[in-house]
């Protein structure tokens, strides 16, 4: 590691504890130096602020890799439109966050540190101004849900058409996406459950315990055809390497099935080859919501196979088990290229279970939401 990413990292240390004061301080600094910016944050702060600055966090812990961040920070620019974000905003972000990081950091603090956290902002929001200035598509897209289809309590299939223009995307990439009607500037990320298609429709799997979820929870229990929602620029990097010629591991928990569904409808169009292995996994049967439609496809098409398996019902027909647990049974994947989705904590025990197999880690790809 370089002594740039180094100071990062170790000063960092000195406010990791303290994430809810260094957040109250960012915002309320960021406000008093221009209280119009309040206008782009929700009118509840809870939750939502942090978003932005863990952005910031994430990227400057990983500046050390410019080359592999760079696509990364260009899409985060290009999905900040959607706030109407300018360079002065990010300039005025900045100087909130160097004085938050200061007065939370304390006497630990240093000037070097300073300096540090400095330049890799500088070099964090000019990739994400690039990024933004060389998108020609609008801000955001108006979007009408065209169907809404409950799985249980918890699980909705939403599709919508992008209206005015077409949206681009890549099958496995991700949106972020806005009920204006319920939660006004509050904006999550869901991955594109369909491959890209003529009639600009995209898929939703959304899914969320009562209760839980401000976004998730509106798309499932309050959305019906003919609303409106709101999608920004598409994101994520577990899109299909057509270089390849390796056989294909796809490893699915709950919705995390959502951009796996996307690569295999993009693999039906251009596949002939590869051996396209999908592992689905749920706590209990009634959750395999997409199970039917992944059956349809394996009479159709020779090169797929679908292993769904269930890890709270013993009873279940199939394989029993975390679904990480599961795909171990059926290696070792050391010549595949591998796609993982789910949760946090799933992603993370797949990801374990990979490495043992010795699978090179340049060929798996996996977006996570939270920490991996
Ligand atoms: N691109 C992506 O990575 C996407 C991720 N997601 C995320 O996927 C998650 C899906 O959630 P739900 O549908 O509620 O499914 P869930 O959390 O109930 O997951 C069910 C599956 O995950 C496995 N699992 C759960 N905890 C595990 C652990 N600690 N270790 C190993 N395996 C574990 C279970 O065995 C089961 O196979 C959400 O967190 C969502 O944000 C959703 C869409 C796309």
Request: proline share 6%; net charge negative.
């Amino acid at each position: 590691m370089d002594n740039f990413a180094r100071l990062l990292k170790e000063s960092w240390t000195l406010v990791e504890e303290d994430r809810d004061r260094l957040s109250g301080h960012f915002y309320a600094r960021l406000f008093l130096l221009d209280p119009a910016l309040r206008q782009l944050f929700p009118v509840q702060m809870s939750g939502q602020g942090d978003r932005i600055l863990e952005a910031i966090v994430t990227a400057t812990q990983t500046v050390d890799d410019p080359e592999s961040f760079d696509e990364y920070l260009r899409a985060l620019g290009r999905d900040h439109r959607k706030y109407h974000v300018d360079a002065a905003h990010y300039a005025t972000m900045g100087v909130a966050l160097l004085d938050a990081l200061r007065s939370t950091a304390g006497d630990g603090w240093n000037l070097e540190y300073d300096q540090a956290w400095r330049e890799a902002y500088q070099a964090i929001t000019a990739k994400m101004v690039a990024g933004a200035d060389a998108d020609d598509n609008p801000p955001f897209w108006h979007a009408e849900v065209l169907t809404h289809e409950r799985h249980g309590a918890d699980t909705a299939v939403l599709t919508v058409r992008a209206l005015q223009h077409p949206l681009p995307f890549r099958a496995g990439q991700y949106v972020s996406l806005e009920a204006p009607r319920h939660h006004p500037r509050v904006w999550r990320t869901y991955s594109v459950a369909n491959a890209p298609n003529d009639d600009n429709v995209l898929e939703f799997h959304v899914r969320t315990p009562e209760g839980a979820g401000w976004v998730s929870g509106a798309l499932v229990r309050r959305t019906r055809p003919g609303d409106l929602l709101r999608l920004a620029a598409p994101m994520g990097s577990m899109t299909l390497d057509t270089e390849s010629t390796r056989d294909i591991l796809c490893v699915a928990g709950g919705v995390g099935l959502a951009p796996v569904k996307a690569l295999v409808e993009e693999l039906t169009k251009v596949n002939r080859t590869r051996w396209v292995h999908v592992f689905y996994g749920a706590r209990r049967p009634e959750d395999l919501y997409a199970l039917p439609a992944l059956q349809e496809l394996v009479e159709t098409y020779p090169w797929l196979s679908v292993t769904p398996a269930c890890s709270e019902d013993p009873d279940f027909d199939g394989e029993l088990g975390d679904i990480s647990e599961v795909v171990t049974r059926y290696g070792p994947w050391t010549s595949h290229d591998c796609y993982v989705s789910g949760s946090a904590r799933m992603v993370r025990a797949t990801l374990r279970a990979l490495a043992e197999d010795e699978v090179p880690p340049q060929h798996i790809r996996y977006d996570t939401f939270g920490n991996v």
